[in-house]
């Protein structure tokens, strides 16, 4: 295999996880936030799907397996936790997501910026790499 597919079978390998429960997270930038720089615009927040939560709250995608191993379903509120942090997102379940992780994207979870920017959603880039996520209260 090639060195980068190397790399990633190693990563998906790593003994790091400190509970067999441990999700990698990957953080994106997804293309309607345009990574936070126009999070006080609400038309930006527009551009995602209107019909799920995805408007205006941070979502935690997970593949099917893991979302069943997790007893959760699309839309649970959840707890995304780390060592030295914890967000709050929704759930959607994604095929596309390797079952050992999980993804949230950058934009949403500013503390300024306005009234359409401040407090909507949560910012992953305060997480640990390996993650935990459990039900909301």
């Not at 936790?81 to 379940?93: E, G, N, P, R, W």
């Not at 503390?111 to 459990?134: C, R, T, W």
Request: aromatic fraction near 6%.
């Amino acid at each position: 295999p090639s060195a980068a597919l190397q790399e990633l079978q190693n990563y998906f390998k790593s003994e790091t996880a400190p509970k067999e429960t441990a999700l990698k997270l990957l953080i994106y930038v997804p293309l309607a936030y345009a990574d936070g720089a126009g999070a006080e615009l609400p038309y930006l927040h527009g551009l995602t799907n209107a019909a799920s939560r995805e408007l205006w709250n941070s979502q935690v995608e997970l593949h099917p397996e893991t979302a069943t191993r997790l007893k959760l379903v699309s839309g649970d509120r959840v707890l995304v936790q780390s060592k030295t942090a914890q967000v709050l997102a929704y759930v959607m379940i994604r095929q596309g997501i390797h079952p050992e992780c999980c993804a949230m994207s950058l934009g949403l979870g500013r503390d300024g910026l306005g009234e359409f920017a401040h407090q909507h959603g949560s910012n992953p880039l305060v997480l640990e790499p390996l993650v935990e996520i459990v039900k909301a209260p």
